[in-house]
């Protein structure tokens, strides 16, 4: 079974329609992140978390949120999705120990 | 902010060495990373180097030089499933016990027969 699984896979919604994309990890990890990945941009941090009550902005914040329900489950949200918002979102987890962070598989994400 | 650079493409032959250059221009230096990423697919962790000099692990290397801001993944011996984008990660410290990583565009790495 994976250790950190995303859903849904895919998903494809109208402008203005609030998403939801959920991420749950089996890795016992307390870090957790969320990236978007554009081509030629590389992977862009929208936010993260270093336990339940600690929620942090990353780079590109705007137009998301973001809910740490518990140590295994980290959502992020499109209060109202807009076009260039269209990505390959990963949620990725670490432990405060190793640096290595252990990535989902994706959701591919698509605002029409 | 971080400013990390790497190639965009690179083109090699099966059972060639290719060199992956990354620099990096940051404050709070806490660490490289190298992932590998096939297409469509999560990243998975290749290296990670804290210290200068090179770190090997069977057909993969990874070398830092933390006073050039440079760093290198070499991959030998290419087979076709090498084909694959290699990302270039920093580690920053922005404040006490805290870290991030900045990812570069990634290394587009295409292995021909």
């Known amino acids: 079974d994976a250790d950190v699984t995303q859903t849904p896979r895919n998903r494809i919604t109208k402008t203005g329609k609030r998403i939801m994309l959920e991420c749950s990890q089996t890795?016992?990890?307390?870090?957790m992140y969320w990236y978007r990945q554009d081509p030629g941009l590389g992977l862009q941090l929208i936010y993260y978390s270093f336990d339940v009550k600690d929620i942090n902005k990353g780079e590109i914040s705007d137009g998301y949120s973001v809910s740490r329900q518990a140590q295994a489950k980290f959502s992020l949200s499109l209060e109202s999705a807009i076009p260039n918002q269209t990505a390959l979102y990963f949620c990725?987890?670490?432990?405060?120990?190793?640096?290595?962070?252990?990535f989902g598989p994706g959701t591919r994400l698509t605002v029409l | 902010g971080q400013n990390i650079d790497q190639p965009t493409e690179m083109t090699a032959t099966e059972g060639a060495i290719v060199q992956i250059n990354c620099t990096y221009q940051t404050s709070g230096f806490n660490g490289l990373f190298w992932y590998q990423q096939h297409a469509g697919e999560a990243p998975t962790f290749l290296s990670y180097?804290?210290?200068?000099g090179l770190e090997e692990k069977g057909r993969f290397s990874s070398f830092l030089s933390r006073s050039k801001g440079y760093s290198y993944l070499l991959l030998k011996e290419l087979q076709m499933k090498d084909s694959a984008s290699y990302l270039c990660?920093?580690?920053?410290?922005?404040?006490?016990?805290?870290?991030?990583?900045?990812f570069g565009a990634g290394t587009t790495v295409t292995v021909r027969a």
């Open positions: 990725a987890t670490s432990d405060k120990l190793r640096a290595e962070q252990f």
């Open positions: 990660a920093v580690r920053v410290l922005p404040r006490s016990n805290d870290y991030k990583l900045s």
């Open positions: 890795k016992g990890h307390d870090r």
């Open positions: 180097n804290v210290l200068d």
